[in-house]
DNA sequence: ACAAAAGTGTTGACTTTACACCCATGG
DNA sequence: CCATGGGTGTAAAGTCAACACTTTTGT
């Protein structure tokens, strides 16, 4: 039986999140640094290894909440790897996420059992990570950069609703680029995915802002 | 350690790859049939379980090759599927690729060491499929949806080129839907995917068409 | 009253869509 | 000579990019 063949013993499966925030126009990621070999003291994106009795969404949260403390958030998995070496220990396949939370609003564990730290890193101060980390994170920003300009994945950056100016900041942000203002707005306003609230508030202004908020359906795209 | 723990152990890896073939306007799909437990009997997609001496995109080839026959194709990876009772043996997490290539010019193997038969079937006449396959299966289809209009995907459909007729009936078949002759081959010319080449072949006119083949060099495109 | 950010419209360039006629070849 | 699919152009609509002035508020 298969136990019994080398080829295909003691494979595992981690399921891996980068956390995004972005916090006064500063893309940042969650890392936390390990407590214990292999990668000692390194710092690494949220993650673990896979459950038997879990599906892969669900054992990713856990690690989540295990390592940083946060709970209950949007995931969305955008690849996996799965280099023969990516693990020193076993043969570890990595089933990879990405998340945007409002890191104000989350309290992050500093100490777990498998940690001793955690901290959010500007996207551009990343140090050296434990693992292909580094890899993952890499894909995890294109990917996210793929996905903020048509789809609603700033959603959970915003549970309050937010001003056109604030979420352009955002955008400006992930895309590592200055936008337009008016155009900013008008593709905004015309994809259909955000509202008017009939609120204001203020952000960077003495003027208050309009407040919007993302609709709660989805609306994707085609070319032909 | 790790491997005493009930909550990891035995899990095992599957890659698995939906090849897609467009045979006279009519976008197919391979399964091969299964000749043990589980679902023996039953069709299902080319894979199998990895290798703790390949990497993912290796093993995807190595399975490919094994339950059909076929080498060396281009294959891109879109997803992976861990539901926890998507295997009744083991837990098995599948990673899952896609690959398109011209039937005509491969042979496939009817029958090998796992499988009983081997066949192309059309997309709208698909049988029930073993384990998570037909899932693997949708997703499958819509990225490749997603990635005919704007990407080379189809390159190895056509080693030998390609007239706009033929290939604009493949980009139907695949889209299922009609586009006007016209447009399809201003966008089609205009995305710098493909060149003339000087010769000409006919396909379902008396008068022969111009040959066209992709260009070696791929080019990607951004919203703002 | 003024500083500072919020809010708004128009024009030209480009892209997309819809649509109809001539061309080359085989039979 | 005619039937069949191959090949082409244009106009209208829509989208994208560039650009400057007015409004609201706090001080």
Redesign the pocket.
């Known amino acids: 039986m298969r136990k019994s063949n080398a080829l295909y013993k003691n494979q595992g499966i981690h399921v891996i999140t980068a956390i995004f925030t972005v916090e006064q126009g500063v893309t940042k990621v969650l890392l936390v640094k390990r407590k214990n070999e292999p990668y000692k003291g390194d710092w690494i994106l949220t993650g673990g290894a896979l459950y038997n009795n879990e599906d892969l969404e669900t054992g990713a949260l856990r690690e989540i909440e295990e390592k940083s403390g946060i709970k209950n958030i949007d995931i969305e998995q955008f690849k996996s790897f799965g280099r023969v070496d990516r693990s020193p220990v076993m043969r570890m396949v990595a089933v990879a996420y990405i998340g945007i939370i409002d890191s104000s609003r989350v309290k992050i564990l500093r100490e777990t059992t498998n940690t001793t730290n955690a901290d959010w890193f500007p996207i551009d101060k990343i140090p050296g990570l434990g693992f292909d980390h580094e890899e993952i994170l890499n894909e995890a920003l294109k990917y996210l950069q793929s996905k903020i300009i048509t789809t609603d994945i700033l959603k959970s950056l915003f549970p309050n609703g937010f001003?056109?100016?604030?979420i352009q900041k955002t955008y400006e942000a992930i895309l590592n680029k200055k936008i337009?203002?008016?155009?900013f707005?008008?593709?905004l306003l015309?994809l259909d995915l955000i509202e008017d609230t009939l609120e204001?508030r203020k952000?960077?202004?003495?003027?208050?802002?309009?407040l919007y908020k993302f609709k709660s359906t989805i609306k994707n795209k085609n070319?032909?």
Not at 163 to 166: A, D, G, H, M
């Open positions: 001003t056109l100016p604030e337009d203002r008016r155009n707005r008008k593709k015309s204001t952000f960077e202004g003495k003027k208050p802002a309009k070319v032909f």
